[in-house]
């Protein structure tokens, strides 16, 4: 035994690792590369890739966006696949607006431009107030101008005037200084969500013209309903007033709105040019459909799913017949329904608009999907918190408002937004009673001597067209599960 | 998805369904269907249509006329895009065949060829929207046959077009005549009576084919140029218009065979024999105005004061009270006339020779020139 040993006396320096083993090369090697079957898989893999991007490419690469036939495209590409693009460039107006006249179209646009103004307050929670405010006054500002006349122009300064102060005030604040102000109790903007609300009246006003005072009597009823509610809650009970609630705005709707409306247009007629449903068509019927079906089948799948969780027997059967009855038909023998039944049912030469009976029938079709995506929600919740909310002495309404619908709607975003995304695709499906979505258009364009025989640029681009919208729900509805994850994870 | 049946005139007909009412039998049976529903439906939708039917004023549909003066403009049903038929433009303005008796019925009756509502129909939804009053005349490539006339409940006010369904093959098949096709690959249109006049064209010629059963004319067209059909069989505007759009449209040839009869002509609801006239006349005005060499250009020349040819002078107003007797003004069929140009000026425009379309007159030659295309007279 030798007294020899070796002892480290000092840590030997970090090395790098091997050039192998790390950066894109020791990726590859260890995901791509480890072994002869993957690295076989890579190879075929990436060889079709590249063959399938290079023929896309060979094929959309195509110098025919100023071509103004088929033939002159024919003779572009010269005997080559090639894509014929000029298609889009001479019809992507009507893909988009339809037969919506064209020295309109600023009307879909600012109503567009409004519905993420009046969507920000409801989604996000990550813009402030008077940004909020600013954006508005400055796109209505703009709105205002292209309305034209005094009245518009006087409008827009006044606008623009505001949105310089709000714009003003918030770039010599900062954020920290504002805070404290709010604290100390200077006073807020109003919230942006009374823009939210009066949204639903203000863009079919937009879209469709007509008179001024159309949406404010429409708005009216609302307020009619909330008013016989205050008013008669205390004398008749609330089970009484809730029902008034219901019947007096539409009793109004029915006999004295329209009334109301001409008798008011004729003292003081305000109002923009009227454009007829038949000309809407593209991307604006899908939205407008998809939308408003959208926006309406969440409130209703809500109260549906709480009704066929609820105890009083006729209310629990209704909605179950509802949903039942509704899931149980296609979505297309609905359509079918609108388009031809009602019009055989509705005495002659009533004009029963036919974009507004496909919407019914969408937002009745998603609403029972909805309410379904919903229960599954409510019934992931542990009856704990139904019972939790029992204790703290919350009645009906507030239990659902502020314990059980919060959570059941958080559960349920991945099927709520899957839903939304299913009834936007489903819009497409009007093409076959005659609107012209863009999927009918494809066929109408296709109609015209210049472009009979074009097929996949026009499929490529709406498809292109829907793949935006759907995947931004999409990435939303991951965005708000992240924002509202609550559990460590 | 919905795909073009372009140009097929009795699309949405399936071959052999045995019914009591033998034509339109898929149209019934969706209806039989649809009656089921509609008694739950009809209570959902109901205060809905409560609300718009209380705005929306209520005519009657007896006279039409004068609801179509009243309105101001006609409600003219159309297909949602025929090619040469019925399509709009990049500006939206529909132009086609079809659309020009829209066009020439709403000048003989408010005097501007524009003030028409084009009102896209499917092969699905075009009888409801004329039975419900929605439109007032439905011109969209529709065949005159009998149970449509009196199960359906409208009149065929003449016919603008004789079509016919027709083969077309490649022409380095060497095939000259349809009697040679035995043996054949047919690409064929599913569910339309196409299919069934191939059945029995074959049958009656003792030959025997294979179907290549596709569901839209884009497949078709797409399979017949792979080669994997060696005939495509459609109407035979639909041969032609499809075979104008080809790279080289003399590598395929039109046998000239054709195996059906598809008049195809506007049509009105029965119960208002006024309205029908208007529309019948209207039509018969742009046939006589090319047997009589009225044109878009020497019209206003013709109808200036009276000339030697009594007819043209009734038809144009400068004799005779016609029009009075339509409830229409001595104008109606100058200013018909004047909105597209007579019959052949319209067969001309939109899918004569010279177009991307390219039809021959053929049977739609007047009758002095060995068509059918024929007008009672102006008396």
């Known amino acids: 035994m030798s007294d020899l040993h070796f002892v480290r006396s000092e840590m030997l320096p970090e090395r790098a690792p091997p050039a192998s083993t790390v950066g894109v090369v020791g990726w590859m090697s260890e995901n791509l590369f480890n072994g002869i079957v993957n690295s076989t898989l890579t190879i075929l893999s990436v060889a079709f890739i590249v063959w399938a991007v290079m023929g896309f490419l060979g094929w959309a690469i195509s110098p025919t966006w100023a071509a103004a036939n088929l033939r002159d495209c024919q003779e572009i590409v010269a005997g080559h696949e ?185 003292i003081l007629p305000m109002g923009i040019e009227a454009v007829e449903s038949r000309l809407f068509g593209g991307m604006l019927l899908s939205l407008t459909i998809g939308v408003v079906a959208i926006s309406i089948s969440l409130p209703i799948g809500i109260v549906l799913a709480l009704g066929r969780q609820s105890d009083l027997m006729i209310v629990k059967a209704l909605c179950v017949g509802f949903i039942e009855f509704i899931r149980g038909v296609p979505l297309i023998t609905l359509l079918f329904v609108a388009s031809t039944l009602l019009n055989i049912f509705m005495p002659k030469g009533t004009n029963f608009d036919i974009i507004l009976r496909v919407i019914i029938m969408a937002t009745l079709f998603a609403s029972a999907y909805m309410a379904e995506v919903i229960r599954g929600g409510l019934a992931a919740l542990p009856r704990g918190q139904y019972e939790a909310a029992d204790a703290l002495g919350l009645d009906y309404w507030k239990a659902q408002r502020l314990i059980i619908m919060p959570q059941a709607l958080k559960i349920s975003i991945p099927g709520i937004v899957s839903t939304f995304i299913g009834l936007f695709k489903d819009t497409t499906l009007v093409s076959i009673i005659g609107l012209l979505d863009p999927l009918g258009l494809s066929n109408t364009i296709r109609a015209h001597t210049d472009w009979v025989g074009i097929y996949w640029e026009l499929f490529a681009v709406i498809a292109l067209m829907f793949f935006v919208f759907c995947f931004s729900m999409s990435r939303y509805s991951m965005y708000l599960e992240r924002r509202l994850r609550t559990d460590h994870r | 998805m919905i795909a073009p049946k372009l140009m097929h005139a009795d699309e949405g007909q399936p071959p052999s369904l045995k019914s009591s009412r033998p034509q339109e039998p898929e149209e019934n049976a ?280 009594p007819e043209v002078n009734r038809l144009l107003g400068t004799e005779g009270n016609l029009g009075e007797m339509l409830g229409l003004d001595a104008g109606w069929a100058k200013a018909a006339i004047m909105s597209g140009g007579n019959y052949g000026e319209v067969f001309e425009k939109n899918i004569g020779e010279n177009t991307p379309i390219g039809l021959a007159r053929g049977l739609n030659a007047q009758w002095r020139d060995g068509g059918l295309i024929y007008s009672p007279p102006f008396r």
């Open chain 1, 82 to 266: 090639g894509a014929c693009w000029g298609v889009i460039r001479d019809r992507w107006k009507q893909l988009l607006f339809g037969f919506y006249p064209q020295e309109l179209y600023w009307r879909p646009i600012l109503s567009f431009v409004l519905l993420f103004i009046a969507l920000i307050p409801v989604l996000f929670a990550m813009i402030s107030r008077r940004m909020n405010w600013f954006l508005l006054l400055a796109v209505l500002a703009i709105g205002a101008l292209q309305v034209g006349g005094t009245l518009g122009v006087a409008l827009a300064v006044v606008l623009a005037a505001g949105a310089a102060f709000v714009g003003f005030q918030m770039v010599t604040t900062n954020k920290a200084d504002r805070a404290e102000q709010i604290a100390a109790g200077a006073k807020r903007l109003p919230n942006p969500l009374i823009f939210s609300v009066l949204y639903p009246f203000i863009a079919p006003w937009l879209l469709w013209g007509g008179s001024f005072w159309l949406p404010i009597v429409a708005l009216l009823g609302f307020v009619l309903g909330w008013a016989a509610m205050r008013l008669t809650a205390g004398v008749i009970g609330t089970l009484g007033a809730t029902i008034l609630a219901f019947v007096v705005p539409v009793l109004w709707w029915l006999f004295a709105a329209a009334g109301f409306a001409d008798v008011a247009h004729g």
């Open chain 2, 30 to 309: 969706r209806n039989r269907a649809e009656n089921q529903e509609e008694v739950i439906m009809k209570k959902t939708v109901f205060l809905g249509a409560l609300t718009v039917a209380g705005l929306a004023a209520g005519a009657s549909a007896a006279a039409t006329l004068d609801d179509v003066k009243a309105r101001g403009k006609l409600n003219c049903g159309v297909a949602t895009g025929v090619p040469g038929f019925a399509a709009p433009d990049a500006n939206g303005r529909w132009e086609g065949f079809d659309v020009s008796v829209c066009r020439a019925v709403a000048a003989a009756v408010l005097g501007d060829s524009d003030a028409v509502e084009f009102v896209p129909t499917t092969g699905k939804t075009r009888f409801t929207a004329l039975s419900s009053g929605e439109i007032d005349m439905l011109a969209r490539n529709t065949t005159w046959t009998l149970s449509r006339d009196v199960d359906l409940k409208f009149t065929f006010v003449g016919v603008n077009y004789y079509d016919g369904q027709g083969f077309m093959v490649p022409k380095d098949l060497g095939v000259s005549s349809a009697k040679e096709l035995d043996g054949a690959t047919v690409c064929i249109q599913t569910g339309t009576t196409t299919e069934l006049n191939l059945a029995e064209f074959f049958r009656a010629n003792n030959m025997s084919y294979e179907p290549v059963p596709i569901e839209t004319q884009a497949e078709a067209l797409q399979q017949y140029n792979a080669g994997a059909c060696d005939v495509y069989t459609t109407d035979a505007s639909g041969l032609a218009a499809a075979r104008s759009t080809f790279e080289d449209p003399t590598s395929s040839v039109i046998l000239p065979e054709i195996i059906s009869k598809e008049p195809l002509g506007p049509l009105v609801r029965h119960g208002d024999n006024e309205w029908g006239d208007i529309v019948r006349w209207t039509l018969n005005a742009l046939i006589a105005a090319e047997e009589f060499g009225i044109t878009s250009t020497n019209i206003g020349e013709l109808s200036a004061a009276a000339g030697d040819n």
